[in-house]
């Protein structure tokens, strides 16, 4: 009772706090709390069944699907969720470790969560194309080389977006509790996520022929497609309304598309 107590009137804090600097904000409420249980328990059943995949890894029809991949995709989708949770506004930040937005807002978010995952596809893709189009073993350094330049590139990345001022980059606003992308920093984010998509795309595009009895590349189609209506909703949210995380509405919209493109 007296933590929700407490919660209340940090909440109310926060809505005067705003009006008093112009802005209108909903309080977190309970629609915050039912999306974070309902996607976890998504995310949950997913690691049952990673966890069955990986236990029968050599079992023909589950090896094809690359179960160790698919448990590093599912890791990077859990590390977005987590990014999505601080970055989306659907907890308190003040008092907690969230409040370091570079950390959360960057590394675990964009460059372990959505970089990571987005980057383990192409590499399917790319895996997928050497097996059936140029008939190449799925492994090898001509499979491993581009994702490993493309993480040297990421942490590079990520380097730089720690060196540089917070003002620059992403800082948090204290009087609404919640971290906010500069416009620059925010532009070059989803340059990196829309190339790295751009690359998926050709991949499954030149694998499309593929004759298999596991649907990879129609599976690979449907992912594309799903991730790029998730994409352009996106990006057009944080630019057309870049304080979105103060709209309840908003950002649970927001994080559960991200997520019902992930799973």
């Known amino acids: 009772m007296g933590n929700q107590l407490s919660f209340s009137q940090t909440e109310h804090r926060r809505e005067e706090m705003a009006q008093s600097q ?33 236990w029968n890894r050599k079992y023909p029809p589950l090896k094809c699907k690359s179960p160790v991949l698919m ?9 977005w969720f987590v990014g999505d949770i601080q ?20 590394w675990v978010r964009i460059l372990l969560g959505v970089c990571t995952l987005s980057t383990l596809i192409a590499m399917r893709s790319y895996g997928l194309f050497r097996v059936f189009c140029k008939n190449q073993p799925f492994r090898g350094r001509g499979l491993y080389v581009p994702y490993a330049a493309y993480c040297l590139c990421m942490l590079v990345y990520g380097i730089v977006s720690q060196v540089v001022s917070p003002s620059l ?33 050709i991949l499954s595009w030149r694998i499309r ?26 990006t057009v949210m944080h630019y057309a309304v870049p ?15 991200d997520h019902l493109a992930t799973n």
């Not at 970055?87 to 960057?106: D, I, Q, S």
């Not at 992403?170 to 996520?193: N, P, Q, R, W």
């Open 87 to 106: 970055a989306n506004g659907h907890v308190p930040l003040e008092h907690t470790p969230l409040r370091n937005c570079k950390a959360f807002g960057v």
């Open 169 to 201: 980059t992403i800082h948090y606003l204290l009087h609404v509790d919640i971290c906010y992308y500069e416009t620059g920093f925010k532009a070059s984010m989803f340059a990196i996520i829309w190339v790295t998509w751009l690359i998926v795309a």
């Open 243 to 257: 304080l979105f995380p103060l709209n309840v509405r908003l950002r649970v919209l927001t994080t559960s598309f």
């Open 71 to 79: 448990a590093c995709m599912m890791v990077a989708g859990i590390l």
């Open 22 to 54: 112009g802005y209108r904000l909903d309080p977190r409420r309970k629609a915050d709390w039912i999306m974070i249980i309902i996607i976890t328990c998504v995310y949950s059943i997913n690691v049952v069944a990673v966890l069955f995949m990986l």
């Open 209 to 234: 022929h593929i004759k298999s009895s596991f649907n990879e590349a129609r599976e690979m189609l449907i992912a594309c497609t799903a991730v790029f209506v998730v994409l352009i909703f996106t």
